[in-house]
């Protein structure tokens, strides 16, 4: 896959002595986007140059490493195999968005307890996989690994030197570390965790290479896969404004946090700030079934 220049587009934001841009990560490819297409690039390229003829991966309901790996899957011509956490979900692949769509791309299932899937990186639990299976390259859950990482540090690129400051979601890390690692001298970069839990710093020490780099605590919305209405309206807002969709696991929060900061008075004068759009959208389907389940504003953005 060849990519297009990525765009810088400026956001439309009250003058609060700054300047706000989001970098659109989300337009490399309609179903391979995001931090999910850098991730999987030298991954693939691994697997194709090892023989390998199927990917084997693991991932919740709604996924985006899942969907993503299905439709890299379908395109580079690879057998996919997904082991989802939930044995339950077996009797809801075509009511699931993202299921139904790897399912489309020829994705086969495993669907496992919860307490089976914490074994997920063990010899143990992969070997029978294996078994099962045939012989597949194994991408861990979200992607990260150092190849992601590798992937990750070409998100910036030397006309994005002039930020100050990089801001980004963070899941399991792999893409916080690929920006801190090609990041400039004079640059911080700021990581949202869509989590909570303090864990996440000793991963991304794993791979960062500088110490130029924060995580900001204070946006997850109460966790993993958690909203608020205060935060589906942000996103419903910001895309009337700027035509830009958000998802709201990731970058969503991340942005809300950015410009909730800006207000505070956190950024210098004069700042130049870069947002990592990354991807993410195709879960905005899900979100909206469950926010229509328990009677709550949906998302009204087009993605």
Same mark, same amino acid.
């Given at each position: 896959?060849?990519?297009?220049?990525?765009?810088?587009?400026?956001?439309?934001?009250?003058?609060?002595?700054?300047?706000?841009?989001?970098?659109?990560?989300?337009?490399?490819?309609?179903?391979?986007?995001?931090?999910?297409?850098?991730?999987?690039?030298?991954?693939?390229?691994?697997?194709?140059?090892?023989?390998?003829?199927?990917?084997?991966?693991?991932?919740?309901?709604?996924?985006?490493?899942?969907?993503?790996?299905?439709?890299?899957?379908?395109?580079?011509?690879?057998?996919?195999?997904?082991?989802?956490?939930?044995?339950?979900?077996?009797?809801?692949?075509?009511?699931?968005?993202?299921?139904?769509?790897?399912?489309?791309?020829?994705?086969?299932?495993?669907?496992?307890?919860?307490?089976?899937?914490?074994?997920?990186?063990?010899?143990?639990?992969?070997?029978?996989?294996?078994?099962?299976?045939?012989?597949?390259?194994?991408?861990?859950?979200?992607?990260?690994?150092?190849?992601?990482?590798?992937?990750?540090?070409?998100?910036?690129?030397?006309?994005?030197?002039?930020?100050?400051?990089?801001?980004?979601?963070?899941?399991?890390?792999?893409?916080?570390?690929?920006?801190?690692?090609?990041?400039?001298?004079?640059?911080?970069?700021?990581?949202? *965790?869509?989590?909570?839990?303090?864990?996440?710093?000793?991963?991304?020490?794993?791979?960062?290479?500088?110490?130029?780099?924060?995580?900001?605590?204070?946006?997850?919305?109460?966790?993993?896969?958690?909203?608020?209405?205060?935060?589906?309206?942000?996103?419903?807002?910001?895309?009337?404004?700027?035509?830009? *969709?958000?998802?709201?696991?990731?970058?969503?929060?991340?942005?809300?946090?950015?410009?909730?900061?800006?207000?505070?008075?956190?950024?210098?004068?004069?700042?130049?700030?870069?947002?990592?759009?990354?991807?993410?959208?195709?879960?905005?389907?899900?979100?909206?079934?469950?926010?229509?389940?328990?009677?709550?504003?949906?998302?009204?953005?087009?993605?």
């Amino acid at each position: 896959m060849v990519l297009a220049e990525i765009p810088n587009q400026l956001i439309d934001f009250p003058n609060h002595g700054v300047f706000l841009h989001i970098k659109r990560e989300d337009t490399i490819h309609e179903f391979i986007s995001g931090n999910k297409y850098r991730k999987l690039k030298y991954n693939i390229l691994a697997a194709q140059e090892s023989g390998a003829k199927r990917l084997l991966t693991f991932g919740g309901a709604y996924s985006n490493h899942i969907a993503a790996v299905a439709a890299a899957g379908k395109y580079y011509g690879f057998e996919t195999i997904g082991v989802i956490r939930g044995e339950e979900l077996a009797s809801e692949i075509t009511q699931n968005p993202t299921l139904a769509f790897a399912a489309a791309c020829g994705m086969q299932f495993q669907f496992v307890s919860r307490s089976d899937y914490r074994q997920k990186d063990q010899t143990d639990f992969l070997e029978p996989l294996q078994e099962k299976w045939g012989m597949a390259y194994v991408i861990p859950e979200g992607g990260t690994n150092i190849l992601a990482v590798k992937g990750c540090e070409e998100i910036l690129t030397d006309k994005d030197g002039d930020f100050d400051y990089i801001c980004c979601a963070v899941g399991t890390g792999g893409t916080i570390a690929g920006l801190i690692n090609s990041s400039v001298m004079h640059q911080q970069v700021l990581g949202f *965790p869509a989590l909570k839990g303090e864990f996440l710093k000793e991963e991304i020490e794993k791979f960062a290479k500088n110490d130029r780099w924060m995580l900001v605590n204070d946006y997850h919305f109460g966790g993993y896969g958690k909203v608020t209405p205060e935060l589906i309206a942000f996103i419903n807002d910001f895309y009337n404004q700027n035509k830009i *969709p958000l998802d709201p696991i990731y970058t969503g929060k991340m942005v809300f946090g950015v410009i909730d900061l800006i207000t505070k008075g956190f950024f210098p004068k004069d700042s130049k700030i870069l947002m990592i759009h990354t991807g993410g959208l195709q879960g905005i389907a899900g979100m909206n079934k469950k926010l229509q389940t328990k009677k709550l504003p949906i998302l009204n953005v087009n993605a």
